[in-house]
């Protein structure tokens, strides 16, 4: 690993401040991604400016259908919280799946949204239940937040401090893990959201990152079904193509996990 | 170089590192407790697994600085005295391990189950220990009596 400087931040002010004074630094959070990254020599940030104890970015609060995480929240906390369970428990499976439980208990909610890796699980989840995600500087929608392969709506020195969306009427994520990452070769989170419309989020399988199903979301709004979906197409040309899976074993994969979402979430 | 200071294994404990020191780096090298393993660079293997304020985290993937003001335990810190820890009581009678690198891992990271699973009620029976043993590997043992000896030992333990 290269030389890099640690600071703490106490506040959200304070850690925009801090990395707005460094050269190239970075905010860290779990560490779960940028320390392995770092390990390898692929990030080189000449900062770190820890977010993790940031008492107004902790937490979950569900209030009716509102739910509200924390960036900092770690993926053990959403998995294990009874609100949330209670509200959407398809997020605590979800945040169950990632990873192991080490990795769990570092890895946090922002961390993961603001990494938007291809093969990440809460993006799909974001984009299924239209999550609002609150930074330093603005509320985006998650259909604007994710833009690419690794890339988001975020300016260098904004910081994600809480998602929000409403709770579904159902959901379910359904993911195939790469059998020795554990990171998603295809993950599908369905949700039935607002007046019956249904929302599908795809991460794992596309080839600019993770994306909605339109033709599934359609067939699904008017009948929530395996059978729906059937017929479905999934585009070979916007997969992923790797030496994990091919397009067209990508393509099926969404298919499947898709189905087998919907079957989940009754 | 930044100042730390950390309780680990009830001790308190302090020193100068670099900002970019893991914390295994930090116990092993600084503090010397030299238990704690490291079997890879990619996060994945689990040797390395540590309590930082009572929860099971990979000590590879945590900078030092970061573990700064909070509460430690190795594997050294498990044995009372002479009188080995449950786990490595049924680690050694039920073969959990042969040559040994993955077991101070493998032990961490099966007290952390047990320890959350008796909090919440739960039983950790054969298929979730396989499962909670997702971010630990073996290259030895198969992994049968690993998930032996922990179930044996959750059994003594509760
Ligand atoms: C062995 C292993 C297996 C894994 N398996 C999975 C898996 O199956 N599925 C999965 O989805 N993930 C997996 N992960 C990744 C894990 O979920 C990470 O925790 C997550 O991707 C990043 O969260 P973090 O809090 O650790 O972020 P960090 O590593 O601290 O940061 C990641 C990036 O986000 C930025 N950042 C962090 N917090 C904020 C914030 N609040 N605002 C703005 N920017 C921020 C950082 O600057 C950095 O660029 C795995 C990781 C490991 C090591
Ligand atoms: S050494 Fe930490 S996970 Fe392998
Ligand atoms: S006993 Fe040798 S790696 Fe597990």
Known sequence: ?266 | MTSISMSVNGKAVSGDVEDRTLLVQFIREDLRLTGTHVGCDTSQCGACVVHVDGKAVKSCTMLAVQASGSEVTTIEGLANGGDLHPLQTAFKENHGLQCGFCTPGMIMSAADMIARYKASGSKLDEKAIREELEGNICRCTGYHNIVRSIEDAAAKMS
């Open chain 1, 1 to 266: 690993m290269y030389e890099t400087k640690y600071q703490r931040a106490s506040n959200v002010e304070d850690a925009a401040k801090m990395l707005a004074a460094t050269d190239d630094g970075k905010f860290i959070s779990g560490g779960q991604t940028l320390i392995p990254t770092m390990k390898q020599r692929l990030a080189a940030p000449s900062d770190l400016i820890d977010v993790r104890n940031i008492d107004a970015m902790k937490g979950i609060a569900v209030d009716g259908s509102n739910v509200s995480i924390g960036a900092a929240a770690t993926h053990a906390e959403v998995a294990n919280s009874n609100d949330v369970h209670k509200a959407c428990p398809a997020l605590c499976d979800l945040a169950g799946m990632i990873g192991d439980p080490h990795v769990r208990h570092m890895g946090t909610i922002g961390g993961s949204i603001a990494n938007n890796d291809p093969a990440a699980d809460y993006p799909a989840a974001m984009i299924a239940l239209n999550a609002q995600i609150t930074t330093s500087k603005r509320t985006i929608g998650a259909d604007d937040f994710f833009t690419d392969l690794f890339e988001t709506a975020l300016e260098e020195d904004e910081i994600v401090t809480s998602i929000t969306f409403q709770a579904p009427s159902k959901a379910a994520y359904a993911k195939f893990p790469n059998p020795a990452s554990r990171y998603a070769m295809a993950g599908v989170f369905v949700a039935q959201v607002e007046d019956g419309a249904a929302r599908v989020g795809v991460t794992g399988a596309g080839s600019s990152g993770v994306f909605r199903h339109g033709e599934m979301e359609a067939a699904l709004s008017k009948d929530w079904s395996e059978a729906a979906i059937k017929n479905c197409k999934v585009d070979e040309a916007a997969m992923l193509s790797d030496l994990h899976g091919n397009a067209a074993y990508r393509a099926n994969l969404v298919k499947v996990m898709a189905k087998r979402a919907v079957a989940a979430a009754g």
